[in-house]
């Protein structure tokens, strides 16, 4: 009986580890894509990403080949800094980076919790004994305190709903067109670096896309998150030289034009007169902030 229950429990901890070396190849995949299709040339966040990738891959062949409880921790809190960095990101930002609500975003956080839920198990599950080594009587230290840890089931049950919690409170609060303004605002200028730069009613800088044209904006879906476009029909400020107009996008909205060029704000400009997405390489092209001449 007693070696039926351990085998048993052999195989539950083995499907566990498959389990959890799935989910972290699974999130490495996701942040790779993203790292790929724009996030590598983000200041600081892009090599960030980079070396999350390296290590979800890393963890994941870690804890499919050797397991134990020391790759269980390691992929665990692996993903808990993961989302943790994510959350972060979405309420205060990082590094100059504020993140927004996207499928991906929401998908990677849902992965790293259910990673964090299946590992979690494996490195708190009570040492086995007389089997000589860590698993002898008394074991290694991270051996006793982990099994002296009581409840451990019920901890991370409760860890994981608090972390689905805190999960969908960040993605329901989080905006993508706070510092946009509406239809009807006057566009003014501010001097950044020495240029002169438009920016909205609020003083937010304004960008053009350089795969745009007069007629289209190609920045759409996830692209349309991190780069609000200005609702259309803006006036310009008296003494504000150039000319604004509209143009009709994919969903049918309408989006203001600076000299041709529809306009977007970026969500990682927090505050007026900053221009941190200036010459950025994001979502298949080149940003440029919308200076004014004359």
């Known amino acids: 009986m007693e070696y039926s229950q351990r085998l048993g429990a052999?195989?539950?901890?083995?499907?566990?580890?498959?389990?959890?070396?799935?989910?972290?190849?699974?999130?490495?995949?996701?942040?790779?894509?993203?790292?790929?299709?724009?996030?590598?040339?983000?200041?600081?966040?892009?090599?960030?990403?980079?070396?999350?990738?390296?290590?979800?891959?890393?963890?994941?062949?870690?804890?499919?080949?050797?397991?134990?409880?020391?790759?269980?921790?390691?992929?665990?809190?692996?993903?808990?800094?993961?989302?943790?960095?994510?959350?972060?990101?979405?309420?205060?930002?990082?590094?100059?980076?504020?993140?927004?609500?996207?499928?991906?975003?929401?998908?990677?956080?849902?992965?790293?919790?259910?990673?964090?839920?299946?590992?979690?198990?494996?490195?708190?599950?009570?040492?086995?004994?007389?089997?000589?080594?860590?698993?002898?009587?008394?074991?290694?230290?991270?051996?006793?305190?982990?099994?002296?840890?009581?409840?451990?089931?019920?901890?991370?049950?409760?860890?994981?709903?608090?972390?689905?919690?805190?999960?969908?409170?960040?993605?329901?609060?989080?905006?993508?067109?706070a510092t946009t303004g509406g239809s009807g605002q006057v566009l003014k200028t501010t001097s950044i670096k020495g240029a002169t730069v438009l920016t909205n009613a609020k003083g937010f800088t304004l960008y053009w896309f350089a795969p745009d044209t007069s007629t289209k904006s190609v920045c759409n879906g996830s692209c349309a998150a991190y780069w609000p476009p200005v609702p259309g029909h803006v006036t310009l400020a008296s003494g504000v030289a150039g000319t604004v107009s509209t143009i009709t996008r994919s969903d049918g909205s309408s989006q203001a034009t600076y000299n041709g060029h529809p306009l977007y704000t970026y969500v990682s400009d927090t505050s007026p007169g900053q221009a941190s997405g200036n010459n950025l390489n994001l979502n298949g092209g080149v940003w440029h902030e919308v200076t004014v001449s004359g």
């Open 10 to 177: 052999t195989r539950v901890q083995l499907g566990l580890r498959v389990v959890g070396a799935g989910l972290l190849a699974a999130t490495g995949a996701i942040h790779l894509d993203l790292y790929l299709t724009g996030y590598k040339n983000i200041p600081t966040i892009g090599w960030l990403f980079l070396l999350q990738v390296i290590a979800a891959f890393g963890l994941a062949l870690l804890v499919l080949v050797r397991g134990g409880r020391l790759a269980a921790v390691l992929g665990a809190g692996f993903a808990v800094a993961t989302l943790g960095g994510y959350l972060l990101s979405i309420w205060f930002g990082l590094f100059g980076f504020t993140e927004v609500r996207t499928t991906a975003g929401i998908v990677a956080g849902i992965i790293e919790v259910a990673t964090f839920a299946v590992l979690a198990p494996i490195a708190l599950a009570p040492a086995e004994s007389g089997q000589g080594g860590a698993h002898a009587a008394g074991g290694s230290g991270m051996d006793r305190l982990l099994a002296g840890i009581p409840h451990a089931g019920q901890v991370v049950a409760a860890l994981s709903i608090l972390a689905l919690v805190l999960l969908g409170i960040a993605v329901a609060g989080a905006g993508s067109t």
